[in-house]
């Protein structure tokens, strides 16, 4: 009787298994936000590649850029549910946009899945060597001496290195002056001239300056010293404790997709992070894979939106 109940119950069973197909079953398409050739198309890319490997399916990078990466998660919001067609989202795109776009067609933790983070990097903030301080204590109370006189430089208004700064202001209690440029590099030019005395941006335009001696590191936005500049200490350790600032960039899928099979994307997205040939792309680029659960990266997104959220308020920063 026993084995007949068994029996009955593995085929019972046998029709729910068959109806999980395995994934992928065609070419997966990765969406990314931003023209070919930025740091987040060319960390998806490498992405890509290792998981097209692991799949035996192409895995195609389309690049649907505009409008601060809106265009490219319109595209992956209204997508097919299957895990088929994805988003690598940036952390401007997902958490800074919905804080300050007033009306913004998209809900990042509505509209999509967070399915695995790829690469997290950090902020340095500099200073111009003609700026009489050499770390974050001296900075803020030359700043709080001088209200509203000490100005930083960024490559425009509401992007991460601007609210990253203002994060930093509130966290200290200085009244910095903001200078917004067009882009960056045009912000790093004045920062050089002494158009600006401060800036805080990512490590791919600020360690090259910072190790020619072109300008003065002040403090590093994560909660642990890069690896790769050791001598620079993180704000947290200068009084501030917990106080971090991460950019990153991360896989995203519609919200319906089955738990499944972003479970799958997110093991073998962690996998791939481990291969040798990855972790030389997202290190070139000033980053680290940061290997989370699904669970843990949505977490994450949730604390990054609440974050930015506030920040873009203290600031005023609104967009249409």
């Known amino acids: 009787m026993q084995r007949r109940a068994l029996i009955a119950c593995s085929l019972l069973a046998a029709p729910a298994l068959r109806a999980q197909p395995a994934f992928p079953q065609r070419a997966v398409r990765i969406v990314v936000g931003y023209p070919p050739g930025q740091t987040v198309d060319v960390t998806a890319r490498a992405y890509a590649a290792a998981l097209q490997q692991a799949w035996g399916q192409p895995v195609v990078v389309d690049n649907r850029s505009g409008a601060n990466g809106i265009i490219g998660a319109e595209a992956v919001k209204t997508a097919e549910a299957d895990g088929h067609t994805l988003l690598f989202g940036t952390s401007g795109q997902m958490t800074i946009n919905p804080a300050i776009y007033r009306r913004l067609p998209y809900d990042t933790m509505r509209d999509f899945a967070p399915v695995a983070l790829g690469a997290a990097s950090r902020l340095y903030l500099v200073a111009n060597k003609a700026l009489p301080v050499t770390n974050l204590p001296e900075l803020v109370a030359y700043a709080k001496a001088r209200p509203g006189r ?46 600006v005395q401060l800036m805080i941006d990512a490590g791919t335009l600020l360690t090259p300056q910072i190790r020619d001696g072109h300008v003065r590191p002040l403090a590093v936005s994560s909660l642990e010293r890069f690896a790769g500049m050791p001598e620079v200490p993180t704000v947290a350790e200068q009084g501030f404790p917990g106080f971090q600032v991460v950019t990153w960039s991360a896989l995203f899928a519609p919200a319906a997709t089955p738990p499944a099979v972003v479970e799958a994307i997110n093991a073998q997205m962690q996998a791939a992070g481990r291969l040798e040939m990855v972790l030389n792309t997202v290190r070139a680029g000033g980053s680290e894979p940061r290997p989370l659960s699904t669970e843990q990266f949505a977490d994450f997104v949730r604390s990054e939106l609440a974050q930015w959220g506030e920040a873009a308020r203290a600031a005023n920063v609104t967009a249409d």
């Open 150 to 195: 000490v100005s930083f430089g960024s490559g425009g208004t509401g992007i991460t290195a601007h609210l990253a700064m203002e994060m930093l202001a509130a966290r200290t209690g200085m009244e910095l002056l903001h200078i917004p440029y067009r882009g960056s590099p045009a912000a790093l030019t004045a920062l050089l001239s002494g158009e």
